[in-house]
């Protein structure tokens, strides 16, 4: 069992940037890949990026690549999404994900943070 719980959220303007965090406690965060998601209202949860457990590889979905980045201190079982360039259609809740597998699907991740609030104003 692994714990997440997500923190940095907040409210910024356009193009300013945040970075929120992921903490992780239980099962040695290490094991897991981790995945971003946000979920905006009235829409379904979209995959942002994701990071495997060594921090060897990073995806990301086409409207965040070159503005978002992943990283992870597995030391320090924290995840990390910085967010900069923000735009008004990144408002969303953002939530972060574990996995054993490395992935987009969001049905593909077995824990999951309780999603910290982010909105970007014009």
């Known amino acids: 069992q692994v714990q997440l719980v997500e923190s940095g959220g907040g409210l910024v303007q356009a193009g300013g940037s945040l970075r929120l965090s992921c903490a992780a406690i239980?099962?040695?965060?290490?094991?897991?890949?981790m995945g971003w998601f946000r979920q905006a209202p009235g829409k379904e949860r979209e995959f942002v990026g994701a990071?495997?457990?060594?921090?060897?590889?990073?995806y990301y979905t086409d409207s965040v690549k070159g503005r978002f980045t992943i990283s992870r201190d597995n030391a320090k079982n924290t995840g990390y999404l910085q967010m900069n360039s923000l735009k008004p259609e990144d408002t969303a809740v953002y939530y972060c994900?574990?996995?054993?597998?490395?992935?987009?699907?969001?049905?593909?991740?077995?824990?999951w943070g309780q999603g910290t609030q982010v909105t970007v104003s014009s």
């Open positions: 994900a574990a996995s054993t597998v490395y992935g987009m699907t969001p049905s593909g991740y077995a824990y």
């Open positions: 239980g099962r040695t965060f290490s094991s897991y890949a």
């Open positions: 990071i495997t457990w060594n921090s060897g590889s990073t």
